[in-house]
């Protein structure tokens, strides 16, 4: 079975600032996906981004890139240029890919809390 | 207009109860999904429909009963609640049966058993 970890259950940043928050996963598969959601204080879960394991090119989304080492299995979020509403709860979440004949549903990790300061 | 949307927001009810939460989804849809999020943050799946057809059922008492009318709605019955169930629950849609990049959830529905 696959694992997802997040080892920081809070992290916070200046505004304006950069900040990087961690996940880390477990899986015996070659194809699969990540993803990044953020959860605001609103509850509504947010996908931010996402990276399939086959490319080597790290995902953007403008202010939000990844940093995806797959041979580490690390997959960490980088935001940048922090803005107040950045705040909110950072889920890692994983997902088997096509071929991998299991019932393909995601698996989160524990979050990470984000507070972004003025 | 709200993509997903589920009722009540905050559900406090005494244990013993029996208590359901609604689910509506306005993207045309094929899937639909209860997850369980824990006050510890854990997200965790408990089921999943697929055109009304359950697809997915996780390891999840049998007091809890997914329904689903047709494919935009799926409803949660809680049968006989216990302190152990007070969790956030999100309702989800996906056009396909994968979750992921194509998932929207709902706001969640607090619940407290007391």
Known sequence: AQTVTQ??????????ETVTLSCTYDTSESDYYLFW????????????IRQEAYKQQNATENRFSVNFQKAAKSFSLKISDSQLGDAAMYFCAYRSGPSSG????????????????? | DTAVSQTPKYLVTQMGND????????????TMYWYKQDSKKFL????????????INE?????????????????LHINSLEL??????FCASSPDRVGGEKLFFGSGTQLSVL
């Open chain 1, 37 to 48: 959601y953020k959860q605001p204080p609103s509850r509504q879960m947010i996908l931010v």
């Open chain 1, 7 to 16: 080892s920081q259950p809070e992290m916070s940043v200046q505004e304006a």
């Open chain 2, 59 to 75: 390891t999840v008492p049998n007091r809890f009963s997914p329904k689903s009318p047709d494919k935009a709605h799926l409803n």
């Open chain 2, 84 to 89: 152990g169930d007070s969790a956030v629950y």
């Open chain 2, 44 to 55: 965790k799946i408990m089921f999943s429909y697929n055109n009304k057809e359950l697809i």
């Open chain 1, 102 to 118: 299991s019932a393909r549903q995601l698996t989160f990790g524990s979050g990470t809390q984000l507070t972004v300061l003025p």
């Open chain 2, 19 to 30: 208590k359901s939460i609604k689910c509506e989804q306005n993207l045309g849809h094929d």
